[in-house]
């Protein structure tokens, strides 16, 4: 937590000959405007790039290939999730098709890996087709495999991809099955995309991110004035009067209103910083 700034009204008696004039002062340090957390969104990413990349699964084994659904993919995620008393993946259509893409892409540039030749890794795919995310996963399978179940089990029996069924913090799935030419060979490809959606925290108000930058703005440019209006009234003879007392009260009013916004922007800042403590802690605790 930044160090906070305390804005308070102080008042000191200057007396003149034959008059005197109350003046409202200012502490000379930095004003709280100054200490709102700044790019929430840099500090959100700091936790929210977790990627469970287990190495991809070659299917070596002989049986006769059946044909792979999504649908049963899914239901057999879901009933190892629930041997392990897990709540079951919610497919998500962002998700899917993120898989749909990876697995075409997979087929179209001839690579079986997490990240394509270009670059391009689960994270990317899921920016990609809109998908928000706290934390994302990737279980890829490569192989003629004797149906949904036998892929599944062999997922189940690699311990990175079994890591990834059961991890009790993915809340969404995406899948995606298919066939084609795969270094000459007629061969399955399958990809499960797993997600934490961005949903599970509630982001800092960006309205008052803006509030308080529009805030210390200002606050510079009262300071300023103030500075001016002071200068005013320094050079202004007597030193009492009704000139030196207007000058004076024009320098009081610019401190009150400093004095006002800061103490207000401050609390502005106090609830800002707690919205960020309170996203970081939730975004701690959803990373794989």
Avoid at 21 to 31: A, P, V
Avoid at 42 to 63: D, G, H, N, Q, W
Avoid at 99 to 128: C, R, V, W
Avoid at 230 to 250: F, H, I, L, M, S
Wanted: with cysteine.
């Amino acid at each position: 937590m930044n160090k906070k700034v305390f804005i308070s009204l102080l008042v000191v008696i200057l007396l003149a000959a034959g008059a005197g004039f109350w003046f409202i002062t200012r502490n000379s340090t930095e004003d709280s405007a100054k200490t709102f957390t700044a790019n929430v969104e840099t500090k959100a990413r700091e936790f929210a790039t977790s990627v469970a990349l287990p190495e991809p699964l070659r299917y070596k084994a002989i049986e006769k290939p059946r044909e792979l659904s999504l649908t049963g993919v899914l239901a057999e995620t879901n009933r190892y999730r629930s041997f392990e008393m897990l709540p079951p993946l919610t497919l998500n259509k962002e998700l899917t098709k993120g898989a749909e893409k990876k697995l075409q892409d997979m087929f179209d540039k001839q690579y079986f890996a997490h990240q394509s030749p270009d670059g391009k890794g689960p994270a990317q795919i899921a920016d990609a087709v809109g998908y928000k995310y706290l934390t994302i996963g990737e279980n890829l399978a490569l192989g003629n495999f004797g149906g949904d179940s036998a892929l599944v089990k062999a997922w189940m029996d690699s311990p990175g991809h079994r890591a990834n069924i059961l991890n009790k913090k993915y809340k969404e799935i995406g899948i995606a099955v298919g066939e084609g030419i795969y270094e000459g060979e007629h061969i399955w490809l399958a990809v499960q995309e797993f997600g934490v959606p961005a949903s599970l925290c509630t982001a800092p108000e960006r309205s008052l991110e803006l509030l308080v930058s529009a805030n210390k703005q200002e606050i510079s440019e009262i300071e300023k004035r103030i500075d001016e209006q002071q200068r005013r009234v320094n050079e202004t003879e007597p030193k009492n009067g009704p000139a030196y007392n207007r000058e004076a009260a024009a320098y009081n009013s610019l401190v009150e209103q400093y004095n006002d916004l800061s103490s207000r922007t401050k609390k502005l800042v106090e609830k800002f910083n707690t919205q960020v403590e309170t996203y970081n802690q939730c975004l701690r605790s959803h990373a794989i």
